[in-house]
């Protein structure tokens, strides 16, 4: 009995020496700026006064706190905008202003832009700037604009709408005829004709090339060594952890626009953490609620916002796949027969209860059988969406007769007597819990409805499965693309006959074999689709857009499953945060936090 | 000894070259661009990126540049995230994971050591039994779903240390109790057993003749000989604490190497991954070396020469 006293005394010993660790904390573990800065001594030892404020003093005199902690759940990959690979970088961080920003109803509304001209002939754009300068009092100039136009705006799928475009991103991107600097505010972009998805909208930012050529490989790498033109500064980033802002003073619309004058953001990418953090009182908001949690914060207290993407199943019907060593080489008569079969595409996404799938796996997300997003602008007030509706499309909740009837036809005219006769179908994904889970869900919805059993899923690393979806290497994809507000018809080009997701590897430009087609070759969708670029009557123009998806929904080589979202939750006393468009920013814009 | 330290470090950097030329050419191997990751079907700027970075030369010539590079410790610059070098990525992050895994290290270690020799030394009793319970439920329960159960309970319930962060050392008690449990557990059975075996040696009934005290046998005698064995793993076991702990860096945002090391891999960023793994390579090579140095100080019969 006396040793066993023993036992609760060591615990006793340990909770005695935890206590003391937390000694003085106990009624405030709300992390700090001065805290964070001082401690860590900050990336690359760059933190600066903001951080030095202390909670008290963060406090307004009205009965308003200056200061919010948000908790996100991505954080920058880099601060140099020309070579980041993420579009998280470029603006949501509060640390670059732009030409012109997206609101926070998805709008572009004019940042550094003071007036924007066009020519009457619809190809030359000239743009006026505000006087502007970035924190270490360098001038913001238009040709900081050509420099990261020409630097980084320029794509494979952009510019060849450029005048000389082509030619400076083959070439090497040193200069752009079409795209000049007429003096330190003039901006002028030449386009090669008029088209219709080109309206001036430019989200770009100023990048200034000497300071970039000054700090050479090191530009971006830490707080130190950026130029901030946005309405914050960053003083500290400690990856993995935190990310400390103050307000930029020189940022032109620094007091209309932003009323705080601390951002402390907070990482974390484990879900339960999140979650731990908001309910311990750490933070005022949580900016990304992983669905797998969203139930602990409440589905009702949080608020749904659109992600900008959507998820669908792409069927490879070229038959090839491209080796590096052997080039294209065939996937096999007999599943390419099957993918090619337009009843058997049909059996597998009428099966599919995508309803079921989005409420189970992704509640944030919105069943969809669209490809464009929902909250685009019909020719009125009703949403382009319901404007034109698509019709003969499958039911979001599935439908199973009808996909055991497509089956029944495909078995037929591919002379199978049973669906066990079928050859192996690989079903390629991302090795991540979203996509692997989506993906058993479907082949088990496939198995279950259509009784089919002999389609694997093939998890491979994000790496592996890009390239593995650039060669064409799958039968079935789960494809993710982006949705452009801005430029819907992109999103139909794409399906083109040598379109980037018909032809990932520029087959059909590169000179392939004959028997190599597109995914989805359609001369007649191929004339729609650039007719629409051309076509700037608005209602007529909106109406062969609803055509051409039509078109492409009816050859069932790309099925819709979901429009992405997210879900974000802020404490009461935090007003006005409208959580942002994933590429957007300003979610800040006009939001007061209250003493607390 | 000089003579011996002089061999081990020739050994030591026989050790690093080969292992960071294996890794090197291994890591070629994997599939995919690094410059694919955001924009998938931008293949030309993959390639202007892969040109700018040299990653189109020969191989034998990369090779050749990383050993120049490697000769003067310099690791590059990261491939995913631009502009940050991986020299600099471990001078800041490499101190928060050894300030991490030192703090797990002096509260595991001895804990399991001294649970383990009081286990021994009360064999069958309560104390026996809640260790070797405490013992299999830490190894049992992954670290994941123990930091979960430490941030509702220390942070939302109790509201005694912070779920999340790096700033003071209140924010380092959960983060270093998550990952000293194990030490504790692992420790805390292998003492015991230890115990137990050295226990029943000629040389403790032999003392116990000569009339030493109980507590003088187990600390100058059983001890001792039962730390023995233990050193040997504990320089592997310092080394891997020392690259972090991926889950529990992740889960309390500890600014830490460990997510370099599982984000190197799957972004393809080649230098940083040979950066760490070079790194990597010397602090295991240098903790061993430690512990071969211990074994003189705990042993006297081992001979350095």
């Given at each position: 009995?006396?040793?066993m006293?023993?036992?609760?005394?060591?615990f006793?010993c340990?909770?005695?020496?935890?206590?003391?660790?937390?000694?003085?904390?106990t009624?405030d573990?709300?992390p700090?700026?001065?805290?964070?800065?001082?401690?860590t001594?900050?990336?690359?030892?760059?933190?600066?006064?903001?951080g030095?404020?202390?909670?008290?003093?963060?406090?307004?005199?009205?009965?308003?706190s200056?200061?919010?902690?948000?908790?996100?759940?991505a954080?920058?990959?880099?601060?140099n905008?020309?070579?980041?690979q993420?579009?998280?970088?470029?603006y949501?961080f509060y640390?670059?202003?732009?030409?012109?920003?997206?609101?926070?109803?998805?709008?572009?509304?004019?940042?550094l832009?003071?007036?924007?001209?066009?020519?009457?002939d619809?190809?030359t754009?000239?743009?006026?700037?505000?006087?502007?300068?970035?924190?270490d009092?360098?001038a913001?100039t238009a040709?900081?604009?050509?420099?990261?136009?020409?630097?980084?705006?320029l794509?494979s799928?952009?510019?060849?709408?450029?005048v000389?475009?082509?030619?400076?991103?083959?070439?090497?991107?040193?200069?752009c005829?079409?795209?000049?600097?007429?003096d330190?505010?003039?901006?002028v972009?030449?386009?090669v004709e008029?088209?219709?998805?080109?309206?001036g909208?430019?989200?770009?930012y100023p990048?200034?090339?000497?300071?970039?050529?000054?700090?050479?490989d090191s530009?971006?790498?830490t707080?130190?060594?950026?130029?901030?033109?946005?309405?914050?500064?960053?003083?500290?980033w400690t990856?993995?952890?935190?990310?400390?802002?103050h307000k930029?003073?020189?940022?032109i619309s620094?007091?209309?626009?932003?009323?705080?004058?601390?951002v402390?953001?907070?990482y974390?990418?484990?879900?339960s953490?999140?979650?731990?953090?908001?309910?311990?009182?750490d933070?005022?908001?949580v900016?990304?609620?992983n669905?797998?949690?969203?139930e602990a914060?409440g589905?009702?207290?949080?608020y749904?916002?659109?992600?900008?993407?959507?998820?669908?199943?792409?069927?490879?019907?070229?038959?090839f796949t491209?080796?590096?060593?052997?080039?294209?080489?065939?996937?096999g008569?007999?599943v390419t027969?099957l993918?090619?079969?337009?009843?058997?595409?049909?059996?597998?996404?009428?099966?599919?209860?995508r309803e079921a799938?989005?409420g189970?796996?992704?509640?944030?997300?919105?069943?969809?059988?669209?490809?464009?997003d929902?909250?685009?602008?019909g020719?009125?007030?009703?949403?382009?969406?319901e404007e034109?509706?698509?019709?003969d499309?499958?039911?979001?909740s599935?439908d199973a007769?009808?996909a055991?009837?497509?089956?029944a036809?495909?078995?037929?005219?591919?002379g199978?007597?049973?669906?066990s006769e079928?050859?192996?179908i690989r079903?390629?994904?991302?090795?991540?819990?979203?996509q692997?889970t989506?993906?058993?869900?479907?082949?088990s919805?496939?198995?279950?409805?259509l009784g089919?059993?002999n389609?694997?899923?093939?998890l491979?690393?994000i790496?592996?499965?890009?390239?593995?979806?650039?060669?064409?290497?799958?039968?079935?994809?789960?494809?993710q693309?982006?949705?452009?507000?801005?430029?819907?018809?992109d999103m139909?080009?794409y399906?083109?006959?040598?379109?980037t997701?018909?032809d990932p590897?520029?087959?059909q430009?590169g000179?392939?074999?004959?028997?190599?087609?597109s995914?989805?070759a359609?001369?007649?969708f191929?004339?729609?689709?650039?007719?629409?670029?051309?076509?700037?009557?608005?209602?007529?123009r909106?109406?062969?857009?609803?055509?051409?998806?039509?078109?492409l929904y009816?050859a069932y080589?790309?099925f819709p499953i979901?429009?992405?979202?997210g879900y974000?939750i802020t404490?009461?006393?935090?007003?006005d945060?409208?959580?942002?468009?994933?590429?957007g920013g300003?979610g800040l814009?006009?939001?007061t936090?209250d003493?607390? | 000894?000089a003579k011996?330290?002089?061999?081990?470090?020739?050994?030591s950097?026989?050790?690093?070259?080969?292992?960071a030329?294996?890794c090197?050419?291994?890591?070629?191997?994997?599939?995919?661009?690094?410059?694919?990751?955001?924009?998938?079907?931008?293949?030309?700027?993959?390639?202007?990126l892969?040109?700018?970075?040299?990653?189109?030369?020969?191989?034998w010539?990369?090779?050749?540049?990383f050993l120049?590079?490697l000769?003067?410790?310099?690791?590059g610059?990261?491939?995913a995230?631009?502009g940050r070098?991986?020299?600099?990525?471990i001078a800041l992050?490499?101190p928060?994971?050894a300030?991490?895994?030192?703090?797990?290290m002096?509260f595991?270690?001895p804990t399991?050591?001294l649970l383990?020799?009081?286990s021994?030394?009360?064999?069958?009793?309560?104390?026996?039994?809640s260790?070797?319970?405490?013992?299999?439920l830490t190894?049992?329960i992954p670290?994941?779903v123990l930091?979960?159960i430490?941030?509702?309970?220390?942070?939302?319930t109790?509201?005694?240390?912070?779920?999340g962060g790096?700033?003071?050392?209140?924010?380092?008690?959960?983060?270093?109790?998550c990952?000293?449990?194990g030490?504790?557990?692992?420790?805390?059975?292998?003492?015991?057993?230890?115990?137990?075996?050295?226990?029943?040696?000629?040389y403790l009934r032999?003392a116990k003749?000569k009339g030493?005290?109980?507590?003088?046998i187990?600390?100058?005698h059983?001890?001792?000989n039962?730390?023995?064995?233990l050193?040997?793993?504990m320089?592997?076991?310092?080394?891997?604490?020392l690259m972090?702990?991926?889950?529990?860096?992740?889960i309390?945002?500890?600014?830490?190497?460990?997510?370099?090391?599982?984000?190197?891999?799957?972004?393809?960023?080649?230098?940083?991954?040979?950066?760490?793994?070079?790194f990597?390579?010397?602090?295991?090579?240098?903790?061993?070396?430690?512990?071969?140095?211990?074994?003189?100080v705990?042993d006297?019969?081992?001979?350095?020469?």
């Open positions: 009995m006396k040793k006293k023993r036992l609760p005394a060591l006793l340990l909770a005695v020496l935890m206590a003391t660790a937390a000694c003085g904390t009624t573990v709300r700090d700026a001065s805290e964070n800065a001082g401690e001594g900050g990336a690359a030892g760059t933190t600066a006064a903001a030095e404020s202390t909670p008290a003093e963060s406090k307004g005199e009205t009965g308003t200056d200061t919010i902690n948000l908790m996100i759940s954080e920058p990959v880099t601060l905008v020309l070579e980041s993420s579009n998280l970088d470029e949501v640390l670059t202003s732009a030409m012109l920003y997206r609101s926070v109803d998805t709008e572009l509304v004019p940042e832009c003071d007036t924007m001209e066009v020519s009457e619809g190809t754009y000239t743009y006026t700037l505000k006087e502007a300068k970035y924190s009092g360098t913001v040709a900081d604009f050509v420099y990261y136009m020409v630097k980084r705006y794509t799928e952009n510019c060849s709408r450029f000389g475009g082509a030619d400076t991103y083959n070439g090497g991107l040193e200069t005829e079409g795209i000049y600097a007429e330190d505010r003039t901006f972009v030449k386009l008029p088209i219709t998805t080109f309206d909208k430019l989200e770009i990048v200034n090339q000497a300071y970039v050529e000054g700090k050479g530009y971006g790498g707080p130190a060594d950026l130029q901030y033109s946005g309405p914050y500064i960053l003083d500290d990856v993995g952890t935190s990310l400390t802002l930029n003073p020189d940022y620094a007091a209309e626009l932003f009323p705080l004058e601390h402390n953001l907070y974390s990418g484990d879900a953490s999140l979650y731990s953090r908001y309910a311990g009182g933070v005022d908001a900016v990304s609620i669905d797998t949690v969203v914060f589905v009702d207290n949080c749904r916002y659109s992600s900008g993407n959507m998820y669908g199943i792409e069927f490879n019907t070229t038959g491209y080796t590096e060593g052997d080039g294209f080489v065939s996937r008569e007999e027969a993918m090619q079969n337009e009843n058997f595409r049909k059996a597998l996404c009428f099966a599919l209860d799938i989005c189970a796996i992704s509640p944030s997300a919105l069943p969809t059988n669209r490809y464009v929902s909250g685009i602008k020719t009125g007030e009703t949403p382009y969406v034109f509706a698509l019709t499309v499958a039911p979001l599935g007769e009808a055991k009837e497509y089956l036809k495909a078995l037929e005219e591919l199978y007597g049973d669906v079928l050859p192996a079903f390629l994904t991302f090795e991540n819990i979203q692997k989506m993906a058993e869900t479907f082949v919805q496939w198995k279950e409805i089919i059993e389609i694997e899923i093939n491979q690393p790496q592996s499965a890009i390239m593995s979806m650039v060669y064409m290497d799958y039968d079935l994809y789960l494809q693309l982006e949705l452009n507000p801005d430029n819907m018809v139909l080009a399906w083109e006959t040598a379109g997701v018909s590897a520029g087959f430009a000179g392939a074999p004959a028997q190599v087609a995914m989805h359609d001369a007649e191929d004339a729609l689709v650039e007719s629409i670029y051309r076509n700037f009557d608005d209602a007529s909106l109406a062969d857009m609803a055509k051409a998806e039509q078109m009816s080589v790309y979901q429009a992405g979202g974000a404490q009461d006393y935090v007003h945060f409208v959580n942002p468009h994933v590429e300003y814009a006009h939001t936090v003493a607390h | 000894m011996y330290i002089c061999k081990r470090l020739l050994i950097l026989a050790t690093i070259w080969l292992i030329t294996a090197f050419f291994l890591i070629r191997l994997l599939p995919g661009n690094p410059f694919l990751v955001a924009n998938p079907l931008d293949m030309t700027n993959a390639e202007r892969m040109d700018y970075y040299g990653l189109n030369d020969p191989l010539e990369q090779y050749l540049r120049g590079n000769a003067h410790l310099d690791f610059y990261s491939l995230h631009a070098s991986v020299n600099e990525v992050y490499f928060v994971t300030q991490l895994a030192i703090q797990a002096l595991g270690i399991g050591i383990g020799i009081l021994s030394y009360r064999r069958g009793s309560g104390l026996d039994v260790a070797q319970m405490l013992t299999i190894t049992a670290s994941y930091a979960a430490f941030q509702l309970l220390f942070s939302v109790l509201g005694w240390f912070p779920a790096w700033a003071s050392m209140k924010y380092t008690v959960l983060p270093t109790l990952l000293s449990l030490l504790v557990a692992g420790y805390c059975r292998s003492m015991r057993t230890l115990m137990l075996e050295v226990g029943q040696q000629d032999t003749a030493l005290s109980d507590l003088r187990i600390f100058f059983q001890i001792r039962a730390l023995l064995p050193l040997t793993n320089g592997l076991e310092i080394a891997g604490l972090g702990s991926y889950v529990i860096e992740r309390f945002s500890v600014p830490g190497l460990g997510k370099y090391f599982v984000t190197s891999i799957n972004e393809l960023d080649y230098t940083m991954a040979l950066g760490l793994v070079v990597q390579a010397c602090v295991v090579v240098a903790a061993n070396f430690l512990v071969d140095l211990l074994y003189g705990v006297p019969r081992v001979k350095l020469d």
